[in-house]
């Protein structure tokens, strides 16, 4: 039974380039969430796909977007890419509307913004 | 918003002690609370997790209690060993209509010396 798994695992970019990482969910799961863990701090929610649709957004800008396919895997794309943007971008998977809110995350995309 | 604070920030302990970390919870509808250990250079694995309808829960080593009344929550590690040494965040999530978003606190790295 495979976990959550993320790619690329490292990525470098300069300023100004968009960025696409990808993430496949845990077998099971309908509902992928994406996070981002700058060094040193907690993770924090960017948003959060179901049914292909954006459900729940955090307090980023619009340059962060994402998309969910019929196979439950999902993408993040980050546009105009800025210093700050870099960081650790964990995927986490879950599965909605059930009484198991477990969320389990894949070992991350660390992402340099040079 | 929902905000988490978690204390202390690093936790040095000899092996075969008790640790313990602790939590407050700013949003009162806040109903579910999961502890994630973190390696370096890994990704975050849950370890524990308690409802807002319980107040503690034990596996082990490890046991979770949650005073709603004052909104904090706390982990206990007993008989600490060194392979417990790694950054834990403590989270708190409201479900709504079914999805859930975690709101990570900024960490606790616990070094276990021998």
């Known amino acids: 039974d495979a976990g959550v798994t993320q790619s690329p695992t490292h990525l470098i970019k300069t300023r100004g380039q968009q960025v696409t990482l990808r993430c496949s969910p845990k077998?099971?799961?309908?509902?992928v969430s994406w996070y981002q863990q700058a060094l040193g701090q907690g993770p924090q929610f960017i948003f959060q796909?179901?049914?292909?649709?954006?459900?729940q957004r955090g307090n980023f800008p619009d340059r962060f977007s994402g998309h969910q396919f019929p196979n439950y895997s999902s993408e993040l794309n980050v546009n105009a890419l800025l210093l700050g943007d870099s960081a650790l971008y964990l995927c986490?998977?879950?599965?909605?509307?059930?009484?198991?809110?477990?969320?389990?995350f894949g070992s991350g995309t660390q992402l340099s913004v040079l | 918003g929902e905000n988490v604070e978690q204390h202390p920030s690093t936790l040095s302990v000899q092996e075969g002690d008790s640790a313990v970390i602790k939590c407050t919870y700013s949003?009162?509808?806040?109903?579910?609370f999961p502890w994630y250990k973190q390696e370096l250079g890994k990704r975050p694995q849950l370890i524990i997790d308690?409802?807002?309808?319980?107040g503690e829960k034990k596996d082990q080593r490890i046991a979770v209690t949650l005073n709603k009344t004052a909104k904090h929550f706390s982990l206990h590690i007993t008989e600490t060993q060194p392979e417990d040494s790694a950054v834990y965040f403590c989270?708190?999530?409201?479900?709504?209509?079914?999805?859930?978003?975690?709101?990570f606190g900024t960490g606790t790295r616990l070094l276990v010396s021998p």
């Open positions: 796909y179901y049914e292909e649709e954006e459900r």
């Open positions: 949003d009162s509808a806040s109903n579910y």
């Open positions: 989270a708190a999530s409201i479900r709504y209509t079914g999805f859930q978003k975690l709101v």
């Open positions: 077998s099971g799961h309908d509902t």
């Open positions: 986490a998977s879950s599965l909605s509307y059930s009484s198991n809110e477990k969320l389990f």
């Open positions: 308690i409802r807002s309808n319980v």
